[in-house]
């Protein structure tokens, strides 16, 4: 399992795109998305 994080959809995309989908070791891809936040902070720089 991974966490990703990205600054929007469409980079999220791209980087599933580019770097996770053309791994021949990866035979499926599910996302789960989160909806609402419980904090507002972040240990991320976006």
């Not at 929007?8 to 789960?32: C, T």
């Amino acid at each position: 399992m991974l966490k990703i994080v990205t600054t929007d959809m469409i980079a999220y995309n791209d980087f599933l795109r580019e770097n996770i989908a053309p791994n021949p070791l990866v035979g499926k891809i599910q996302s789960f998305m989160v909806l609402s936040q419980s904090k507002r902070e972040t240990a991320y720089l976006l």
